[in-house]
């Protein structure tokens, strides 16, 4: 079996990998291994198809409020909890 070594890993990265390892029972070099299986296992995703979708969207919906309206009415609506901000700091 091969060894793999990863350096200049973030020290809450660490933290954040070694917490999740403890939740599910694991080491952390048993986690990263699940990590990675885990990411090599989906299907690549086609950036080009997801730019095909997003515009057969464009201009197919009808709103009387300006862009800049509806950017407003979005930026009211949003919520940060303290968990979603707990998971950004992870990658400062």
Do not use: C, H
Not at 4 to 20: F, P, S
Not at 49 to 58: D, F, S, V
């Amino acid at each position: 079996m091969a060894n793999l070594q990863v350096k200049g890993m973030d020290d809450n990265l660490y933290r954040a990998l070694g917490a999740r390892a403890r939740r599910n029972n694991r080491s952390i070099s048993q986690e990263v291994v699940t990590l990675i299986q885990e990411g090599l296992s989906r299907p690549e995703e086609d950036p080009a198809k997801a730019t095909r979708e997003l515009l057969k969207l464009a201009g197919t919906w009808k709103d009387s409020r300006s862009a800049e309206e509806i950017a407003d009415s979005i930026r009211k609506a949003r919520r940060f909890s303290s968990r979603r901000e707990k998971m950004l700091r992870v990658f400062d």
